[in-house]
């Protein structure tokens, strides 16, 4: 038996919604009680059945395509012309324009548009979209518990895995927000490319289109650095692999594509750095083409990005000239013209910090050298960077602590517990004084908030697996603070965004961690002017017991040259009595032996 029902519709019909009404039952199909099938079934016994109310399910999977998508867009230059008139030509244009305005038709659509645009802008005047209702009120985010949540990741779109080795942000808050990430393989003589090069491409990226970089960089080598110029934005200075200077200007695109761009101009390897150039600045000068760089090398390099041939000036991180003292490694570096436009501060591959001033080379060749005792670091400074707020207090991040400094001291204010893992980056919050930034080598950032508490981490937040290699945060004192970028080793840079509490500055906070930081100078002070004066206590008692040992001696050293005189005396005056007696004995001898020859005589 088979039941089937045809079921026709037209094609307007369809989507329509059904209209259900009651109707009278009726019988499909009718199968009468018969004993004539009773032969063929058997009782079983037993009997078994079951039931299963869960429905049976099957299990797909399916991997879709990545789709790729990119930004383009359109240049309409000149449309809508007649084919008999050259818009090139300003004679044709200005003649067909005087034709167009003559016509009557046009005046009355010129006429009628009037009102129609009125409108539209009446309208649009009504309500400001983009007002800020509640713009100038201060509001109390201290409350808040401190958060961030992810916006972005940026891969790096190359197979070969590399180091995010820096990251700078545009430096225009206007424009639209761009990051420069340099990439490179720090590994040292890695066996992979003993065979093949090492890839070379750096990138610029826009927040808003994490997809695809808005511009590729090709140095001769990979790049260790990146920074834009905040003079003129459109160029770039990075630092190489093996020790070049390259100079970028993003509106001379030299490949094939025009989002390749190649280098403007670079330095000559003799005249450059020996080692990888970890850090690279612009410096304060009238022209803007100035830059300074560091490197594992020793060396410390002024240049002219007009003229790379060769670099302006050169100094040599000695601890003492003089004396030929250690020649130190810089791994690190910071520049803020603030602070003043002749002072540098250089991090170590030893942990140890120095202060360039060139306004006092003569001493030293202006390099104040930092603790070199406990207060260094126990491996290299990753980074170095002032505070934006008090630009004589400045952040050292390596080993397993992030310690902070002033410039009048040589040992660090302040220090961090030691973390559970090695540190790899930091620096500080462009909008917070008290708020830091830590990147640790199980891919987790420590933000560190002095103003709330100094004893713990105030907000942690798990970012990859991977190492963290560089970060960077977005703003300045005015404004910005909240997206944060960092880099990890295989070439992905994550964007966070943080809460309010964590960017926005506090009531009174500056002024609070100024004091703060005071404080602990004062403090610091004190216990080297204690210190000072327990060494000098020490070496005076050390002195007093020095003399008292003398003057013992000396005492000691007399009365053995007493008692050696009274032996000398002693000697003589018995040497002296024996010849008196031999003399006595001569004498004698001789007046007996007279007393004989002249009794010999008388006989």
Known sequence: MELAHLYTKKRRDFGKHPKFSAVQAEFLEVIPCSDAYKSNYIMRNPSIACFDTAPHMSEHEANTERLVTKSSSMRHVEGGWPKDVDFTEQSDVSRFRKKAEKDEDYKGAVKALGPIVSRCMKQVNTIDIYEEYFE??????????PSAKGLAVFRDPLDEKRTATSINWHPDPSAPAKIAVSYSDLTFQNAKFATSRMPQQSFIWDILNPNTPDSELLPPSPLCCLRFNPKNTDSLVGGSYNGLITFYDLRRSGGGTSKETLPFSTSVIEKSHHDPVYEVFWINSKTGNQCVSVSTDGQMLWWDTRRLS??????????????????????????????????YLVGTEQGVVLMVNLKNRKQNNGITVFDQGAGKHHGPIYSIQRNPANTKCFLTIGDWTARIWMEDLRTPIMTTKYHSSYLTSGCWSPTRAGVFFVTRMDGVVDIWDYFYRQNEVAYSHKVCDPTLSSIAVQGTAQSGGKLVAMGDVTGTVSLLELCESLAVPQTNERKAIDLMFEREMKQEKNLEARERELRRQKALETDKSTREAQDKKDAKDEKMEALLRKVDADFLAMIKEAEDDESKAAESSSLDAGNQDLMSEDK
């Open 310 to 343: 060769e670099p302006t000036d050169s100094l040599q991180l000695c601890t003492d000239v003089k004396a030929q003292g250690q020649i130190l490694g810089g791994s690190s570096l910071e520049y803020n013209s603030e602070a003043g436009p002749s002072k």
């Open 136 to 145: 100038g009120d201060n509001v109390d985010h201290s409350s808040e518990p």
